[in-house]
């Protein structure tokens, strides 16, 4: 699940620690709602005032709570003010990489998320919370993925061999004792030995649930992947695209098969959302958009959208019973039917979509720029310059 970390994370985690967050005011017009991005600056908070650079950071997967590193320390930022909250004084070189759903935890490594860690005998993390700061030494290539809701336990991805890496399995890390353990399994028993699902693909992106109490995590490209039923039943096993979905309060784990073709075209072409009633999954490659039901995680029907191969996707959900695909251009969809109602035209690739508060306005991050449109008509109402954007997150 955290291969996709890349995307995932606010982060920039990738950038040196040394330097200073910046306050800078953009010279071009500024977006009338805060928003999160990423960027090769790292984490970005563009407001009305202006673009204020965060650099190495995490949010929650809302981003409600943010943390930031700073030389020597930890901040954690109100996301809708920019200001420091909390400061936290730690050594230098830890990463921020996984903050809890409530905000009050946050997990850090001495190295940032990336498609395959490199190898190494030792991981060491680091948990700062209510409870003060705590440091982890574990054997092997562990990283860190979500904080079970109340906060004792820190899901890890263990990558296998830690002299190579090339593939991994989602373990329990408990806070208390220090012991990296198995899942459960959906019926809340324990894993057996030997039946621990081993992934290699590419994690997409991933959603809360609206309860949060579950994370859904997209994967593609899995081909010859055994989930632990199939491990346990002894069938084959050949998933191509699924959605992991990790329960953060009970503690197990449940993969939900995507149909043929979901995850043969590249990864970038899926994406998903989520809301009280359904898991929207979307294809863009073939042209396929999966209704999934959150409670029973089982697909409840698949239709046809217009396809758009070569583009990243994103989706966006309106209160108006809309599907917003961002690919290219922006397609809108009837929630119910699944069919189109439009397209909203945009100056190039779409790198996220994300709705303003009051649902009157949705944003798109761009080449450089974020644009946004009025959320009923489509028409583009401003457009800010954003250098080395890579994604669009939220808008707090």
């Not at 977006?31 to 090769?40: C, G, H």
């Not at 050594?91 to 001495?110: Q, Y």
């Not at 904080?147 to 061999?161: A, I, N, Q």
Request: proline content about 7%.
């Amino acid at each position: 699940m955290t291969t996709r970390r890349n995307l995932l994370l606010l982060a920039g985690s990738a950038l040196v620690l040394g330097g200073c967050r910046e306050n800078t005011t953009a010279s071009a017009a500024t977006a009338p709602d805060v928003l999160l991005a990423d960027s090769d600056r790292g984490l970005l908070r563009l407001a009305p005032g202006g673009e204020q650079v965060l650099g190495p950071a995490a949010a929650t997967f809302d981003g409600s709570y943010l943390y930031a590193a700073r030389p020597g320390g930890l901040d954690q930022v109100d996301p809708a003010s920019g200001a420091a909250l909390r400061n936290t004084a730690l050594g230098d070189g830890w990463i921020p990489r996984v903050v809890s759903a409530d905000g009050r935890a946050c997990a850090l490594s001495r190295t940032g998320a990336s498609d395959r860690p490199a190898a190494r005998a030792r991981t060491r993390l680091l948990i700062t919370g209510p409870g003060g700061t705590s440091e982890r030494d574990l054997a092997g290539v562990i990283e860190p993925d979500a904080f079970t809701s109340d906060g004792s336990g820190l899901f890890v991805l263990e990558w296998l061999p830690a002299t190579a890496p090339d593939h991994y399995r989602v373990r329990l890390l408990d806070l208390a004792t220090g012991a990296v353990q198995p899942l459960n399994t959906r019926d809340k028993t324990p894993v057996p030995p030997g039946a621990e699902e081993e992934m290699r693909g590419d994690g997409r992106q991933a959603v809360l649930s609206a309860d949060r109490t579950m994370l859904f995590t997209l994967y593609t490209h899995q081909p010859g992947h055994r989930h632990t039923r199939d491990l346990l039943s002894g069938r084959p096993g050949n998933a191509h695209a699924f959605v992991h979905v990790l329960h953060l309060i009970e503690r197990w784990a449940y993969c939900l098969d995507l149909p043929h073709p979901f995850g043969e075209g590249p990864a970038a072409g899926h994406a998903l959302a989520a809301d009280g009633r359904t898991l929207f999954v979307a294809d863009l490659n073939s042209g396929k958009l999966a209704y999934a039901s959150p409670s029973a995680l089982s697909i409840e029907r698949v239709v046809d959208v217009p396809p758009v191969a070569g583009s990243a996707a994103a989706l966006a959900l309106t209160a108006d019973n809309r599907i917003l695909v961002g690919a290219g251009g922006v397609t809108v969809l009837d929630r119910t039917s699944g069919r189109a109602g439009g397209r909203w035209e945009l100056p190039g690739p779409v790198r996220g979509l994300a709705l303003s508060r009051d649902g009157r306005r949705v944003y798109a991050g761009g080449t450089g720029r974020v644009t946004w449109l009025d959320a009923s008509t489509g028409v583009r109402s401003g457009e800010v310059a954003v250098p080395g954007l890579t994604a669009l997150r939220h808008v707090v």
